[in-house]
Antibody
Framework: EVQLLQSEGGLVQPGESLKLSCAAS????????MTWVRQAPGKGLEWVSTISGSGGSTNYADSVKGRFAVSRDNSKNTLYLQMNSLRAEDTAVYYCARISPWWGQGTLVTVSS | DIVMTQTPLSLSVTPGQPASISCKSS???????????LYWYLQKPGQPPQLLIYEAFNRFSGVPDRFSGSGSGTDFTLKISRVEAEDVGIYYCMQTIQVPWTFGQGTKVEIK
């Protein structure tokens, strides 16, 4: 059974950093691209970033480019999202996903002073 | 960026009646190898999205056969043949043919 278990989020101040993690099981992690999608409160879904199975290729939404960094540790079957210089508009539930069918439970990140 | 436009944005349906949601993309989602990179999701309150349809018309495992996807190129439709109470939520289409991947605005389905 495919499972994606996400770390806790939290409340951070504007300008601070936070690192999310997503532990995968039930499939050969290294052979699949992994994706982060976020959803601001009461809003729709927004693609954030995708990383290839090897980790050698990454893509980012313009809204996070230069501030967020996606990475993975295939020896630990874990996906990460390093979020720097956080802004109020980054407040959202962040989902890790193995597109298309498998999604984590979501992690709430709140950026507020 | 590919813009995904869903209509309607909300739908109120009597149980047992059909429902239809349209999703139009600003560019073709058909790849040269013949795959169409269009997905349909249902998101229920407090839950992550759940996949209904992949590659435009393929029903995901375990999805009831009252859900069907159709369309090609830039025009797509999700149909529910007979709406049930458990079908309430927000439906999204999504394209993955080009980065940035983009979603439709969502269609909220309610039961009358």
């Amino acid at each position: 059974e495919v499972q994606l278990l996400q770390s806790e989020g939290g409340l951070v101040q504007p300008g601070e950093s936070l690192k999310l993690s997503c532990a995968a099981s039930g499939f050969t992690f290294s052979t699949y691209a992994m994706t982060w999608v976020r959803q601001a409160p009461g809003k729709g879904l927004e693609w954030v970033s995708t990383i290839s199975g090897s980790g050698g290729s990454t893509n980012y939404a313009d809204s996070v480019k230069g501030r967020f960094a996606v990475s993975r540790d295939n020896s630990k079957n874990t996906l990460y999202l390093q979020m720097n210089s956080l802004r109020a508009e980054d407040t959202a539930v962040y989902y890790c996903a193995r597109i298309s069918p498998w999604w984590g439970q979501g992690t709430l990140v709140t950026v507020s002073s | 960026d590919i813009v995904m436009t869903q209509t309607p944005l909300s739908l109120s349906v009597t149980p047992g009646q059909p429902a239809s949601i349209s999703c139009k993309s600003s560019q073709s989602l058909l790849q040269s190898e013949g795959k169409t990179y269009l997905y349909w999701y249902l998101q229920k309150p407090g839950q992550p999205p759940q996949l209904l349809i992949y590659e435009a018309f393929n029903r995901f495992s375990g999805v009831p056969d009252r859900f069907s996807g159709s369309g090609s190129g830039t025009d797509f439709t999700l149909k529910i043949s007979r709406v049930e109470a458990e079908d309430v939520g927000i439906y999204y289409c999504m394209q993955t043919i080009q980065v940035p991947w983009t979603f439709g605005q969502g269609t909220k389905v309610e039961i009358k």
